[in-house]
């Protein structure tokens, strides 16, 4: 069975930044690909980024040109690069795994950005 496990999270001021981490329980090279999704209360999940087993990253139109998604296959960890920090990126964000047919998340870190 599959765990991803987030951290990174916590509470910040407007335009500052935040690194998340999520580390999975085995090799990432596995995956088809491995994203970040936020859930702010109220709304509906989103995916934020994704970073393809080729490389290709694609990110949401909300963020781009402010975070960057990575990986460290030999960590079997990949992260997420938070700058510019506005009030609305204030969310849960969820690390998630698509192999074959399956799909995995992590439990969720808590992202709070203050004015």
């Known amino acids: 069975q599959v765990q991803l496990v987030e951290s990174g999270g916590g509470l910040v001021q407007a335009g500052g930044s935040l690194r998340l981490s999520c580390v999975a329980s085995g090799s990432i090279f596995s995956f088809n690909a491995m994203s970040w999704y936020r859930q702010a209360p109220g709304k509906q999940r989103e995916a934020v980024a994704t970073i393809a087993s080729g490389g290709i990253r694609v990110y949401a139109d909300s963020v781009k040109g402010r975070f960057t998604i990575s990986r460290d296959n030999a960590k079997n960890t990949i992260f997420l690069q938070m700058t510019m920090l506005k009030l609305e990126d204030t969310a849960v964000y969820y690390c998630?795994?698509?192999?074959?047919?399956?799909?995995?998340w992590g439990q969720g870190t808590q992202v709070t950005v203050s004015s």
């Open positions: 998630r795994a698509v192999r074959s047919n399956f799909d995995y």
